[in-house]
């Protein structure tokens, strides 16, 4: 039977490190924060023979190739997939990896199983989850296969702000928000949301999506996920605080995807363009571990009552 290579993985796992910092570096160097445009405009990248959209970091990965690519489409397909298609994947062309994590037996950790019947006590390996790779290819790189892709349609302004407000009434213990003043917070000592009045946004996509921002803040405190980041004050240009901003401007393009609207451009972007080039390069996982924190925000901030925008963006982003 064939074993599983867990050095080789370990090492194709630390070469997606390197890969999508590659991508976030390239971006941000050219002083772009390219996730403020979150989702290609059919929606979430996504297998085309599939209605899944790809999540966490590969979601991320793919929509920075689509955009610096300029492909039309966000959509991916495997080699194997392109030869049963009856075509094929245009010869000099790049793939790109994306992980799965594989439930694998492991070596060195088991439980103990008695069996009732018996009284005989058996060691059964522990299953865990290891990285492992699918190397995809946008339909535009293939050659042979004609693809019915529809043009993207675009929801309603009512329909976007119907969508945020769901989202937030159906966020589980959410922090109050307070409408005063002039700036937006999270103050994780008084776990409180402070904004502005809806009215002093230049527009209403802005306000929904700083607001995005702030929720995602409060996802970290210790009474929801307990981050770290949030919970370990260092101050502005910390190591933690500049994760944290990573992670909720992640989560605040993720929501604005999901919901449809535009990102508002945060303040300050120069300050945090030097903040995150500085960490990107002494920490290779530091991007791929905000978005998998993002990943984690987005889902208890979603919750049961915001799958059915969710499930809606899914559904108009497959007829796109």
Known sequence: MATFNYRAANADHKDIYSEVNDYVIAALEKGDII?????????????????????GWNAFLLNFVSLFKEYATPYYITFLQAQQLGGSIRKG?????????????????????????????RQVPEMIRVPKMHTVFNIAQTEGIEFQVDKPTERTHIQKIAACEEIIAGMPKRPPITHKGDQACYVPSLDEVFMPAQSLFHNDEGYYSTLFHELAHSTGHISRLNREELMTDDSFGGKNYSKEELTAELTAAYLSGVTGIQQATIDNSAAYIKGWLHKLRDDKRFF????????????????????????LSEHQSTNA
């Open 35 to 55: 996730w403020q445009k979150p989702w290609h405009g059919y929606g979430l990248p996504r297998n085309i023979t599939g209605e899944t959209p790809y999540r």
């Open 93 to 121: 062309e790049k793939g790109y990896r994306i992980i799965f994590m594989a439930p694998v037996k492991s070596k060195y950790h088991s439980r103990t199983v008695r069996d009732e019947a018996t009284g005989i006590e």
């Open 288 to 311: 791929l571990n905000a978005a998998s924190q993002a990943r984690a925000a987005c889902e208890f901030i979603l919750n049961n009552c915001g799958q059915a925008v969710l499930t």
